[in-house]
C-alpha cells in the first residue's frame, strides 16, 4: 500500500502564490509517478501536472503552464506543486496521485493511489 498526504493549501488573494506537498510513504519503490490533479464544485477531476520519479521529467495542462512548477524530493518522498499568479478559477480540492508506471498520464483512472485532497480558495 502506498498512503499520500497533501498539505499547503489554504485561502490566497488573486495574484498569491502557494505551495502544496504530497508526502508519500508506504511501499513507496512502487511509486514510478505522481500526478497533481483539482476538482471543483460541480466539476470533474481534471489534470495539472506530473512528474517522473526516475528523471524528474513533467508534464503540465495547459492552465497551469508558466505558472505552476511540480518537483520532487526523492529523499523525503515529497512531491510539490508551486502555484504562482493564482487566480479565482484555481479554487478548487487539490490532490495527488501516483501511479506504478513512469509514463505520462492525464486521466484519473492511470493512479492507483490517492491523498485525501487539500483545498485551495483564491479571493478576487
Known amino acids: 500500500q502506498v498512503q499520500l498526504v497533501e498539505s499547503g493549501g489554504g485561502l490566497v488573494q488573486a495574484g498569491g502564490s502557494l505551495r502544496l506537498s504530497c508526502a508519500v510513504s508506504g511501499r513507496t519503490f512502487s511509486s514510478y509517478a505522481t500526478g497533481w490533479f483539482r476538482q471543483a464544485p460541480g466539476k470533474e477531476r481534471e489534470f495539472v501536472a506530473f512528474?517522473?520519479?526516475?528523471?524528474?521529467?513533467?508534464y503540465y495542462a495547459d492552465s497551469a503552464k508558466g505558472r505552476f512548477t511540480i518537483s520532487r524530493d526523492n529523499a523525503k518522498n515529497t512531491v510539490y506543486l508551486q502555484m504562482n499568479s493564482l487566480n479565482p478559477e484555481d479554487t478548487a480540492v487539490y490532490y495527488c496521485?501516483?501511479?506504478?508506471?513512469?509514463?505520462?498520464?492525464?486521466?484519473?483512472?492511470?493512479?492507483?493511489?490517492w491523498g485525501q485532497g487539500t483545498q485551495v480558495t483564491v479571493s478576487s
Open positions: 496521485a501516483t501511479r506504478s508506471n513512469g509514463l505520462l498520464a492525464r486521466t484519473p483512472n492511470d493512479y492507483s493511489y
Open positions: 512528474i517522473r520519479w526516475s528523471d524528474a521529467s513533467t
